[in-house]
């Protein structure tokens, strides 16, 4: 089988290799990778600027979604034939996030979705509905789960509620698709005209341009008549993390997803104090989140918003694709053609 790799060194690059198919343990499952997808850590992986753990020379990738094709002599949760995606920290089945968790990690501390085969351990495993395309799936297991777990993360999401989203990556737009499921309004902001139409014909009630608007908190608290968001997907960070407090509401919920423009930040406690604000980093989510989320999608028929799908052989142009920002949803490779 064909599987890509991180080179060594401090900044990694990718290398096509040939490998031999894995052979499952008693509660291992091994899948035919149709579809995977990228999300910007594994850009800032190659780029030397993730602080994460990482496997030396392992296979990229936290999302996919494939074919079962083997099971050790012990599964029970799956079998030959079924459709499948997995939860990206692999014994992560339920309750809060435990540090233990990233020691199974897809495309982290183990093996990923960028190769013709992959892997997993039966708990991993999630069923996919009939109705979702592979490519489509692919973009779930981190994005969509950060997404549905950032909105529930302190008090799940009311319907009614106004939620901030950032941007048009893969999170910002489950966001928003997983916020309009529970009958909440949406309001965004983004970089470009272009993009900001985009983000409206999927339901975005009003959209802030960021680049026109630099003081966007503002135009946020006037959308809403002075009193702010009752909840804001924070994606960037360190640029945006106190502009997120200005345009949250008095007890508020700020869920910091991303680090897109940095790490680093400077939001002063007191702002946090004087709104009584509740914020909290999102670690994707357990695989009982992503059940979840995969049912709330089926309800409703909800089809994830892709840019652009690669072939397998172009896997360099997709990251390259990643890395230009220019792209509205997530970014998939095909690793059948």
Known sequence: MKAIRWTAGDKPGLLLHDEAMPDPGPHEVVVKVHAASLNFRDQAILDGAYGGPTKPNGVPLSDGAGEVIAVGREVKRTKVGDRVSASCCQHWIGGPARPEYQADSLGMTTDGWLAETILLHENAIVHLPDYMSYAEAASLPCAAVTAWTGLNLSSPLQAGETVLVQGTGGVALFALQVAKMFGAKVLAITSSDEKAERLKTLGAAAVVNYRSHPEWDKEILALTDGRGVDKTI??????????SAAATRNGGDISLVGFTSGFGGGLPPIDILAKSLHVAGTSIGSRASFEALLRAMALHEVHPVLDQVF????????????????????VVIDVTR
């Open 234 to 243: 924070d994606i960037a960070g360190e640029k945006t993390i106190v502009q």
């Open 311 to 330: 072939a397998f052989a172009d896997y360099q142009s997709a990251y390259q694709r990643l890395k230009s920002g220019n792209h509205i949803g997530k």
